[in-house]
């Protein structure tokens, strides 16, 4: 058993993953929705599939993209591209939908919401019981556009009135109202995006439309020649041109491609362009076609409308159509989510290699480690593909790229030293660092287009990549700090090899450490110089840059000069964790500075808590080596002055002489 345990293991998980990623045909019964998902579509400057616009405004609503409340297990909505249907062709039904995310508790008074309103009552009672030990929520955090509908006029004022002052300035209330606002704005854009909201029969509007176009141009000329015309005709024309230009002030989504691949226009600007055009374009006409189908609920007559929209496009955007179709599979892999899930069980894999069955849970992991980084490497890869740019574009990215490279180090770590840290510090880092970037997803789409201080790949590919590469090594010598302190403190696990390969480990990452930071800082200065005409500005990102190539370059001549050891090397090795967390996060969160543009109000508390947790971590290395369970002297020890250079057997000399 022993001998196949590591095979099973893996052979299990490979399945497991390829079986998501198999795909799945629709149902003649069934909408498809897999069809619409992938028409292609501008938003935000981006070319990018209904299906992506969908999560990404699911994302900014309520930070998920599920549609879904506590009370029930189903969702209402089976995916996100129904939910974006139900939005754009049945607004009174999305309307009832709880997609609104409202935590603060003055917003929720402003909105007329008290405890008894917000409290949720379980049907069943092991909802109940979750809920009393807080695994369920037991309060309302959703809420429908229905609800919130009589208040519009008073969140778009407190909006406007909060929107004045700069994020710093505002109160937790002032930014969760303008939060509010701006969502509410989204949905209802997204609502008059396809047609105008309220529509029945789009078709026959737009069919009278085209019609009365002639008859409103000849109108129009005898007018201007002082002739008689048809006045009811033209002011049809005038009335429905009103509302299609309404339409196109409101729009989010630009669905009608023209003759320039990287021009696209709405479909109400469309609408208004075809009056000089003198005929309404063939698209228009398909999406029209698409709504009254998914409103009649006639699935056989949507889903052709839907292959002869997605054929039309293929036609005037070939290009467009294929990466659109290659992110909606991305999307649907969702291959960070699995890679997250493999790192997790390679960690307890290799956590259960410590206590014993040693060499079965060390291959285990070390096979689940080797899947879950060809699974992040394929997001890493995708994603490059999708931007045609290098790995690192923002925050989000730089998060799924440090957990890269940390994998792939501790991976190198563990072929070396096969005791089972490495791979323990690659299932740790990489699961760490995509919940981290899961959180960031949050603001929406994670393949927006470039802020102007990035856009050029040349420095993308060495400058911003050299300097996130040592972010990586920087955090994995501080998780290798923190097995020492863990094993040593709390267990009797940290034997003399032990601790002797810990050191080595982190030794040599924080020498890897100083390295890429020194080259990417400096590189960064190259890029400065150039861009801005100065290589060093003392920005706050510059200076966080440079805090960790000075800390790295302290903790090494501490060691070269022999002011720490052991436990001294990994004391500082955790404070880096607290100095590359700032230069990462916190130095954007100070607002200012050509680099402020990462700004993220929610992340300061969790920033502030991973710092003093890594404070008390260095407060618990601290403690004398007689509270150390790995060092604790035997009865049998020398008492007084001599118990400090007593050394039990197996134990590491350096350390306890420290």
């Known amino acids: 058993m022993k001998r196949f345990f590591p095979m099973l293991v893996f052979v299990g998980a490979l399945l497991w993953v390829t079986s998501s990623w198999l795909p799945q045909k629709t149902p003649s019964s069934e909408v498809n929705l897999t069809g619409f998902g992938k028409i292609p579509v501008l938003v935000g400057g981006r070319v990018k599939p209904l299906d992506t616009v969908a999560r990404n405004s699911l994302l900014i609503l309520q ?7 506590p009370e029930i297990s189903e969702p209402f909505v089976s995916s996100p591209t129904e939910w974006l249907l139900d939005v754009c062709f049945r607004p009174e039904k999305a309307d009832t939908y709880p997609t609104f995310a409202i935590d603060n508790t003055e917003l929720l008074s402003l909105l007329g919401k008290n405890d008894d309103d917000l409290s949720i009552n379980y049907t069943s009672t092991p909802k109940k019981i979750l809920a009393v030990f807080g695994f369920l929520p037991s309060r309302h ?64 509007e737009l069919d009278a439309f085209d019609n009365a176009l002639p008859e409103a141009a000849k109108a129009a000329r005898q007018r201007e020649a002082g002739g008689t015309f048809d006045q009811a005709k033209l002011n049809r024309v005038v009335e429905l041109l009103q509302r299609y230009q309404r339409i196109a002030e409101a729009a989010y989504v630009l669905a009608v491609p023209s003759a320039k691949p990287s021009e696209w226009h709405s479909i109400g600007e469309n609408l208004v362009e075809s009056v000089a055009a003198g005929k309404i374009d063939p698209i228009v006409k398909l999406y029209a076609q698409i709504g009254d189908a998914y409103r009649a ?16 496009l293929a036609k005037e955007q070939p290009t467009a159509a294929k990466r659109t179709s290659f992110e909606f599979f991305f999307n649907q892999v969702d291959p960070f989510t699995h890679s997250m899930v493999l790192y997790v069980l390679a960690f307890l894999l290799a956590c259960g290699s410590w206590l014993g069955w040693n060499r079965p849970l060390n291959r285990a992991a070390f096979y689940l480690l080797f899947l879950a980084l060809a699974v992040h490497t394929f997001g890493l890869v995708s994603r490059m593909y999708l931007q045609e740019r290098p790995p690192v574009t923002n925050l989000y990215s730089s998060a799924i790229f440090i957990g890269w490279g940390a994998v792939i180090v501790s991976l190198i770590l563990e072929r070396i030293f096969r005791d089972g840290i490495g791979a323990a510090c690659a299932g740790a880092i990489g699961f760490i660092t995509l919940i981290i970037a899961h959180h960031l997803a949050g603001s929406g789409d994670t393949l927006e287009m470039l802020q102007a201080v990035l856009d050029t790949n040349i420095w993308l590919a060495t400058h911003v990549v050299a300097i996130t590469t040592g972010y990586s090594a920087m955090f994995l010598a501080g998780m290798l700090a923190t097995i020492y302190i863990v094993r040593g403190v709390f267990t009797r696990s940290l034997k003399k090899e032990t601790a002797d390969s810990l050191t080595r480990m982190t030794y040599g990452v924080v020498c890897f450490a100083t390295l890429f930071s020194f080259v990417g800082t400096v590189l960064g200065g190259i890029w400065a110089d150039q861009s801005w005409g100065r290589f060093w500005g003392w920005d706050p990102k510059e200076n966080g840059a440079v805090l960790i190539v000075l800390w790295c370059a302290i903790i090494l001549h501490a060691r070269w000069g022999g002011f720490i050891r052991q436990r001294g090397l990994m004391i500082m090795a955790i404070f880096g964790n607290v100095i590359t967390s700032f230069s990462w996060f916190g ?58 250079n007593f050394v039990p057997p197996g134990l590491p000399v350096e350390t306890t002489s420290e």
């Open 63 to 69: 930070g998920r993209q599920r549609v879904s409340t």
């Open 141 to 204: 955090r959703r809420f429908a556009f229905r609800d919130l509908a009589p208040y519009l006029r008073t969140i778009d004022e407190q909006g406007d009135q909060s929107d004045k002052l700069q994020s710093v300035q505002r109160s937790a209330y002032q930014n969760a109202v303008v939060n509010l606002r701006n969502a509410l704005v989204l949905y209802q854009r997204l609502k008059n995006s396809v047609q105008p909201e309220g529509t029945e029969n789009f078709v026959a």
């Open 297 to 312: 609920n006639n699935r056989s007559l949507f889903s052709q409308q839907v292959d002869l929209l997605a054929g039309a």
């Open 587 to 644: 130095v954007n969160m100070l607002g200012v500075g050509l680099h402020s543009y990462g700004f993220m109000e929610k992340a300061f508390p969790w920033l502030v808590g991973f710092i003093i947790s890594q404070l008390a971590l260095m407060g618990v290395a601290a403690m004398p080596l007689e509270r150390w369970r790995s060092f604790r002297t035997f009865p049998s020890a020398p008492r007084g002055k001599d118990k400090l």
